[in-house]
């Protein structure tokens, strides 16, 4: 499996506005689209940094994972994702290598992306996640 680049680092904070404030008055980035992920239990908001996205992350349920992350370790990088062709391909691929999977099939992400995270004990203690934009091929 070979990502074609980074497609966002996650980044869970307690307050996304003060969050979104934050790079916007500090990097002079722009907010380009808050999102929430019902399913899990979540709200997004994105930036742009040359090809890469950051995507800060509040919980909207405290035992939503997000939620849980935060309790547990603070505030900070959730996560790092890559994007991929193929992702349903590439799970079993994964797996067949002795990657953890949390997600065994794709599911539905922010920005309308298909994603899978694969287990921290599997990558060096970094939450991974990969991800296809389905709709830009």
């Not at 929430?36 to 940094?49: L, N, S």
């Not at 309308?112 to 995270?117: E, N, P, S």
């Amino acid at each position: 499996m070979k990502p074609t680049h980074i497609e966002h680092i996650g980044i869970a904070v307690e307050n996304i506005e003060k969050a979104i404030e934050f790079y916007e008055n500090t990097f002079g980035l722009k907010c380009y689209a808050i999102e929430e992920v019902k399913d899990q239990k979540v709200k997004t908001a994105f930036f742009m940094v040359g090809q890469t996205k950051i995507e800060l992350l509040e919980s909207t349920d405290p035992e939503g994972p997000i939620g849980k992350f935060i309790e547990k370790k603070g505030e900070g990088i959730h996560h790092i994702a890559f994007a991929v062709k193929g992702i349903e391909e590439k799970l079993p691929e994964l797996e067949k290598k002795g990657v953890r999977l949390i997600d065994a099939n794709p599911r539905k992400g922010a920005e309308g992306l298909d994603i899978a995270f694969l287990h921290p004990k599997s990558t060096f203690g970094v939450l991974t996640e990969i991800c296809e934009n389905k709709n830009n091929k």
